[in-house]
């Protein structure tokens, strides 16, 4: 499978709030990228919250976004049994990419000023 971009460029409303959505997609999520605008960017005050829409699984939380930032989202795995996966006995947890199957990939903004933006890459591999 070959690595997909998804860019999705986020304008907040008079109260600072903003709601987008990826189109759907499939794939396990490498990274996202957050970009500020270079001429009106949310001000350091911005919390993003981004989850999977239809599970609602947490992808990615920064409260205070005051910069560009790139992170690469990974969760804990589990047995079939549902114990935790570990390295080694009581060791540190296996951790893989979330996946996301014909899903969308939604962006919610609080405290991000007034008409301001910032964009969003989500690379889906």
């Known amino acids: ?39 009106n960017a949310y001000p350091n005050t911005v919390d993003v919250t981004i989850t999977s829409e239809v599970t609602g699984e947490a992808l990615v939380t920064r409260t205070n976004v005051a910069a560009a930032f790139v992170t690469y989202p990974r969760k804990d795995t589990a047995g079939a049994d549902g114990t935790a996966a570990l390295f080694a006995a009581g060791g540190t947890a296996v951790q893989d990419k979330p ?27």
Do not use: W
């Open 99 to 125: 996946a996301l199957g014909n899903d969308r990939i939604k962006i919610v903004l609080a405290q991000g000023g007034n008409a301001k933006v910032g964009a969003f890459h989500f690379l889906v591999d």
């Open 1 to 39: 499978m070959t690595m997909r971009r998804y860019k999705v460029t986020v304008t907040t409303a008079a109260d600072g709030t903003a709601t987008a959505y990826t189109p759907r997609v499939s794939g396990k999520l490498h990274s996202v990228h957050y970009v500020p605008d270079g001429a």
